[in-house]
């Protein structure tokens, strides 16, 4: 079984690093979005259990679009990683409020990128493997 993932940000060579370092992995389908309205839509058709989420993107930016999916019974559930260059302790409260799962600052590292996808899907193997 393949799990979604869905990638949205406005550069196109984040989404290629992300699918450059996932889409080699079987295990996962990775989609993307170039703009936050696309990553609604996408999100609302394809239920990936994975956002990876810019904040500063066109048409909405990452807040509006993390409004959008935990109001909807629907999107509530897919975990939301916010990948951003924005580090300032205000941005990270105000993600949070709105639901936002955790956080991967630019520039991030591929493998970080690839464990953090792993915490997201199976949070209780990762937290196991770390007190070992």
């Known amino acids: ?14 989404r290629s690093l992300v699918v ?19 990553a609604v839509s996408i999100c ?8 990876f989420l810019d904040l500063l993107m066109p048409k909405m930016d990452g807040y509006a679009v993390c409004r959008e999916l935990k109001g909807s019974p629907a999107t509530r559930d897919i975990k939301i990683v916010m990948l951003t260059a924005m580090v300032q302790e205000s941005d990270r409260r105000t993600a949070m409020k709105l ?16 464990a953090k996808l792993e915490e997201m899907l199976d949070p209780g193997r990762m937290s196991v493997a770390r007190a070992a």
Do not use: C, H, N, W
């Open 1 to 14: 079984m393949t799990r979604k993932v869905l990638i949205a940000d406005d550069e196109e060579r984040i």
């Open 20 to 38: 450059a370092t996932l889409g080699s992995d079987e295990r996962y389908e990775v989609l993307t979005a170039a703009d936050g309205a696309a």
């Open 44 to 51: 609302q058709a394809e239920r990936p259990e994975v956002l």
């Open 99 to 114: 639901g936002v799962d955790d956080f991967v600052t630019k520039p991030f590292s591929p493998l970080a990128l690839a």
